[in-house]
């Protein structure tokens, strides 16, 4: 051994890609440079870190560390949990200067050899203090790379040179060349090794985000699949808040994306944050019942075939602090995508089919990978666009694949759904329980009559007492997305999520008539039947040809008209116990609106009444013509109010209005593809009558307008169309 060689033998020395994770190197240690390899045998040294007087030293304990199996690389070991937890001894061996500072690790499986090694380095560091100044140091602590000279143990450790411009680089590390181009992005592949390994590819783009931005969009809870490869799988299950297991299918781009069969991947997602501020995602390859795996023709080009991922993994890198503005986070984020699988079919590798279309076999592995590479492009549109207000087409119609029909009610897919209302029923059952059932009952009294109806005689209404629209058209979404004032809104002008509405939604009437008419309620069975105290109804006259009404009926268990508001509260309390405050506010706001006759009172009621809309499922163009503003309706259209004994209704006539009339006109020629919740409430313009309160919320769900039933105004009578002579 040379006497210049203070130690040498195994150790085990930290990553310095993934903390805690231990990888075994051959280690040499001289007065001035410590040496790591890979074999006793190599030439070369993998990493070679200077010793100066300014190296520290931790004292030596005992530790739990992630031994990292043999033949296995660092990513695959975390990705798979190739590694095995040791209880080993350890230190750290610190450079520090004034521009940066690198740490590592050490541990030894005793406590006698990991002494003897703190006491090596120790020596080194006081040899290097005596000198102070005869070594030339290129950088404390940095990595020093010596591709291209001999180094044993048997020549002079301290001899060697840094070779310049490859600080932090490895001497046996693989290299990355370009392999393709798609969409303006380049796509490298690792070079392969004579032990089988490397063979990735990586993809990398900047993000104009915060990493915390893009890893939410990244690791988000989906029910459906989107549009990107990865960000866009649908989750089949999730085992912890950092883990899931996701599934996800794709074709292959052009031409040949039609000519091969669909791929599919089933893999284990978990994520971490380091303290660098990096976000690590890793992916490997697992099995869910949820997403078998289908055992096809080899020639079949409908049944997906199952990708193997080996390794395959996100990192979502900050800036480095001196490019970093003053703000709490990095701004701008670099994401890199590792992917390393085997396509499997003619794609595979190893497949026989695919080396004899080798030819064919490397478009259409390009083909396969497009979307892959473009998911990176989708995922930086995704998020960088998520910062405005208004985002363009290609990232809304991502949203909307997002949200899964059946929570849209998907027309046959779904019963009625309802949301319990603040104001509850006091029999403790619904009110649209209690509309339905007074419907039941008057079929069967229909149902007994033995003779036929004489045509003087009053028609069948029983249908229509629950609503002449079909129940599958439409449903409450409860309070939805819809926002309204807070408490202090007078104050701070802040806007808060809304409460659930205060009725309850038990009818929808759609009707067709000769010309638009006002006070339409009065005629209606699901009004003059309701077994409820209190309706409040909104009819939207839609300015179609013919023109079409869209009655919306809320029940309330209590009567709300001609009563002041303390005796609601007190009749509240008697169902319910204490009033809460903000429904104190809102018996105070409604009662008000409701209470009078006139213009006088129309006029007030005009600055009050106030409609939410939202597109709940639609295209960009309508989502942004319809948009999710209040409007006060009184403001904008024609609006007159009407009461009965047991009801209050609202008409509305858009047509009076040029712009709102286009705008409806545009969403009546698409409602078979819309969901569109609507909410109604009246707007608190006073401190005690906040919060808002929505009075009632409903969504039409690709509402079919050919199926409006008929209103002969002459008669004041509902007709079903096939009913109709």
């Given at each position: ?172 590390k693989r290299s990355w060349a370009s392999l393709l ?14 032990d089988g390994g490397g063979g990735a590819l990586m ?523």
């Amino acid at each position: 051994m040379d006497e210049n060689v203070i130690i040498k033998g195994w150790l085990a020395r930290e990553s310095t890609v993934v903390e805690r994770l231990l990888n075994r190197r051959f280690a040499v240690l001289t007065p001035s440079v410590f040496a790591t390899f890979r074999k006793e045998t190599d030439d070369a040294p993998s990493k070679v870190w200077s010793v100066t007087k300014d190296v520290i030293v931790t004292p030596v304990k005992g530790e739990e560390y992630h031994l990292r199996k043999p033949g296995t690389s660092t990513f695959w070991a975390v990705a798979s949990g190739a590694y095995d937890k040791i209880q080993m001894w350890g230190f750290c061996v610190t450079w520090s200067s004034v521009m940066s500072s690198d740490k590592l690790t050490m541990a030894f499986e005793s406590e006698d050899v990991a002494k003897e090694w703190h006491a090596a380095f120790e020596k080194a560091i006081s040899h290097a203090a005596s000198q102070d100044g005869s070594v030339t140091v290129h950088g404390h602590g940095s990595l020093m790379s010596h591709a291209d000279r001999r180094l044993n143990t048997s020549q002079s450790l301290e001899s060697t040179e840094e070779a310049p411009g490859h600080q932090g680089s490895e001497v046996q590390k693989r290299s990355w060349a370009s392999l393709l181009h798609i969409n303006g992005i380049s796509v490298y592949v690792e070079e392969l090794d004579a032990d089988g390994g490397g063979g990735a590819l990586m993809v990398s783009a900047v993000v104009r985000a915060p990493p915390s931005d893009v890893t939410s969009h990244l690791v988000r809870v989906r029910k459906t699949e989107g549009l990107a490869i990865f960000a866009g799988a649908k989750t089949l299950k999730t085992v912890d808040e950092n883990t899931h297991i996701i599934g996800q299918t794709w074709r292959g781009s052009g031409i040949l994306g039609r000519c091969t069969a669909p791929r599919e991947m089933v893999l284990l997602r978990t994520w971490r944050k380091d303290m660098d501020g990096t976000y690590i995602v890793l992916y490997q390859s697992t099995n869910h019942v949820a997403m078998r795996k289908q055992n096809g023709r080899w020639w079949s080009l409908s049944t997906p075939i199952r990708v193997d991922v080996e390794a395959a993994g996100f990192t979502i890198a900050p800036l480095l602090p001196k490019y970093a503005s003053s703000a709490a986070e990095s701004q701008e984020s670099l994401v890199t995508l590792v992917l390393k699988a085997d396509l499997g079919g003619m794609l595979s590798g190893g497949s026989a089919a695919g080396r004899l279309l080798s030819p064919f076999q490397g478009v259409a592995v390009k083909s396969m990978l497009e979307p892959v590479v473009t998911s990176i492009v989708v995922l930086r549109d995704q998020v960088e666009q998520s910062r405005f207000v208004i985002r363009p087409l290609s990232h809304v119609l991502d949203m909307e694949q997002e949200q899964p029909k059946e929570e849209l009610g998907a027309p046959g897919k779904r019963k009625m759904e309802r949301t319990a209302t603040m104001l509850v029923y006091r029999d403790r059952s619904t009110l649209a329980d209690a509309q339905m059932h007074r419907k039941e009952e008057k079929e069967s009294e229909t149902a007994v009559k033995q003779q036929p109806v004489e045509p003087s005689e009053s028609p069948d209404i029983s249908w229509a007492i629950a609503g002449t629209c079909q129940k599958k058209y439409w449903l409450s979404p409860g309070s939805s997305s819809f926002k309204v004032r807070g408490k202090k809104y007078l104050v701070d002008k802040k806007k808060i999520p809304a409460a659930v509405p205060m009725f309850e939604l038990v009818a929808v009437d759609l009707l067709e008539m000769e010309e638009p008419v006002y006070h339409v309620c009065q005629h209606l069975p699901a009004v003059e039947h309701s077994p409820a105290p209190f309706l409040f109804c909104v009819q939207m006259m839609v300015p179609s040809s013919p023109p079409v009404s869209l009655v919306s009926s809320w029940a309330a268990p209590y009567q709300m008209m001609n009563v002041e508001p303390a005796q609601l509260v007190q009749q509240f309390e008697a169902d319910h116990g204490p009033c809460p405050e903000e429904i104190s506010a809102f018996f105070k706001a409604f009662t008000e609106f409701v209470e009078g006759d006139g213009a006088a009172a129309d006029a007030k009621r005009n600055k009050k009444f106030k409609m939410i809309p939202n597109i709940a499922r639609g295209s960009w163009i309508i989502k942004q013509s319809v948009g999710t503003t209040p409007v006060i309706l009184g403001q904008k259209l024609a609006t007159k109010y009407y009461r009965g004994k047991n009801y209050f209704e609202v008409d509305v006539d858009i047509g009076a209005n040029s712009v709102a009339a286009s705008i409806t006109n545009l969403v009546c020629g698409a409602t078979k593809s819309l969901a569109v919740d609507l909410g109604v409430l009246i707007e608190g313009q006073s401190e005690d009558t906040l919060p808002e309160q929505l009075i009632g919320t409903v969504r039409l769900d690709a509402l079919d307008l050919k199926t409006a039933s008929y209103f002969d105004e002459t008669s004041g009578t509902v007709i079903r169309k096939g009913d109709m002579m």
